[in-house]
Structures are given as structure tokens and as C-alpha cells.
């Protein structure tokens, strides 16, 4: 009997770990134009995370504002990472308004890598949304860099009554034997 109770007990907090994994963002307004967030020197690391949910994590009824928000990572082998509005591994973004244009994503120096999502679902549904992106710059500069930009992508999904507003986005890599690669409204399996 004592052996079924402590299972039980087990099983019980188990489930209630998992679903404070599911993050979720609801009827709610998050404010951070000109966000700033830098990182420097060798292998510098800077991730900017803006109305971002992880695990199974919703993003319904809300709007996120994160325009002129940059986010640098300057020194050899660098990452500049900038999430803004984003719902990951099996998320879901339903009625929500992602404003981020002229958001500055930036890593500098050799073997650097800059990667910018701006609206975005990882294996989920996109529905009723409007993503502003317009002027959102993605840069990375140095020999074989890396830069890659996402606005309005939903991945392993579906998308529904989705509005991308994208002019003049501008994603480089520069330097020898760098790539770049840009997607706007794409949905990819």
C-alpha cells in the first residue's frame, strides 16, 4: 500500500512539474522598445528574449512591443540571438500583435552568428496574428559568419489569418565564406 501512495505521490508531482514547463502569456501588453542587451569578448553570448514561451508554451490576446530593440554580440566566435514574440516546442499564437520593427540583431567577429526571430511558432498553430517587422535588421560580420532571419515562420505547423508586415527587412553576412538566409512567411515541416 505504502508503495502505491509514493507512486502516486511521484506520478502527481511529476505531471505538475511538466506543466510548469508549458509557459504561457495571456491577455497581456509587454513594453520593451529600445531594449538593449550586449555582450563582449571572445565566444560572447547575447540572447534577447521579448514575449517568448518555451515548452508547449501559448501566446493568445496579447501584444508585444519590442520596436528599435538591439541586441549586439561583438568578438570572435559570437552569438547574437533576438526572440521577439515567440512560442516554442508545440506553442501556440492566437489573436496576438508582435510590434518589433527596426529591432538590431548584430554579431561581430570571426566564426560569428546572428539569429533573429521575430514572430515565430516552433511546432504549433499560428492563427489571427499581425507581425510587424519592417526595417528589422540581422547582421553578422566576420570571416565564415553566420545570419539568419525569421519573420512570421512557423515551423512543424499551421498557419491561419496571419499578417507579416516586412519591408525593407534587411538580413547580410559578410566576410569570407559566410552565409546568410532570410525567411519571411514561410511554414516548413
Aim: net charge positive; aromatic share 4%.
Amino acid at each position: 500500500m505504502k508503495a502505491i501512495v509514493k507512486t502516486a505521490l511521484v506520478t502527481a508531482l511529476s505531471l505538475c512539474a511538466a506543466g510548469v514547463m508549458a509557459g504561457e502569456i495571456s491577455n497581456t501588453d509587454i513594453r520593451a522598445s529600445n531594449a538593449d542587451n550586449q555582450a563582449t569578448a571572445k565566444d560572447a553570448k547575447a540572447l534577447q528574449h521579448i514575449g517568448v514561451t518555451f515548452g508547449s508554451g501559448k501566446i493568445t490576446n496579447s501584444d508585444i512591443h519590442a520596436r528599435y530593440a538591439t541586441n549586439y554580440a561583438n568578438g570572435e566566435g559570437s552569438t547574437a540571438h533576438q526572440d521577439i514574440g515567440r512560442a516554442l516546442n508545440g506553442g501556440t499564437m492566437d489573436n496576438v500583435s508582435v510590434h518589433a520593427g527596426r529591432a538590431y540583431n548584430q554579431a561581430y567577429g570571426k566564426g560569428s552568428t546572428a539569429e533573429q526571430q521575430i514572430g515565430s511558432v516552433a511546432y504549433g498553430t499560428m492563427k489571427d496574428v499581425n507581425i510587424y517587422a519592417n526595417r528589422a535588421v540581422n547582421k553578422a560580420t566576420g570571416e565564415k559568419s553566420t545570419a539568419r532571419q525569421q519573420l512570421g515562420v512557423v515551423e512543424g505547423g499551421t498557419m491561419k489569418n496571419v499578417n507579416i508586415y516586412a519591408e525593407d527587412a534587411n538580413n547580410l553576412a559578410s566576410g569570407k565564406g559566410s552565409t546568410a538566409e532570410q525567411k519571411v512567411g514561410v511554414v516548413s515541416y
